[in-house]
């Protein structure tokens, strides 16, 4: 069983920059790939970010691209990153990140991932 905590969300103003961090349990850490999700109020799930396995590869959501960035630390920390600038307030939304680990090629699809954190709040403010 993985588990998987977000960490790092919070209230910032439009233009600024939030990094958030998502630790996960388990020694084969290093092999699932990871992503980031999020969802705002009325509005479904999102696909934001993901890294392979390896950290070779990354995508992002068109929304999100050219501002968000996506990192692992595998030898260290077993933590994925998601560094955030230029927020914008429809970037307001639970950010949720999961553990896929079975893919292998950074999906952009929720329901290949296996394990989710609780989520973490970040609000953009204008």
């Known amino acids: 069983q993985v588990q998987v905590v977000e960490s790092g969300g919070g209230l910032v103003q439009a233009g600024g920059s939030l990094r958030l961090s998502c630790a996960a349990s388990?020694?084969?850490?290093?092999?699932?790939?990871m992503g980031w999700f999020r969802r705002a109020p009325g509005k479904e799930r999102e696909f934001v970010a993901a890294i392979t396995w390896t950290g070779r590869s990354t995508y992002y959501g068109d929304s999100v691209k050219g501002r968000f960035t996506i990192s692992r630390d595998n030898a260290n920390k077993n933590t994925v990153y998601l560094q955030m600038n230029s927020l914008k307030p429809e970037d307001t939304a639970v950010y949720y990140c999961?553990?896929?680990?079975?893919?292998?090629?950074?999906?952009?699809?929720?329901?290949?991932?296996?394990?989710w954190g609780q989520g973490t709040q970040v609000t953009v403010s204008s």
């Open positions: 999961a553990a896929d680990a079975d893919s292998g090629y950074g999906s952009t699809r929720a329901y290949d991932y296996d394990y």
């Open positions: 388990g020694r084969t850490f290093s092999s699932y790939d």
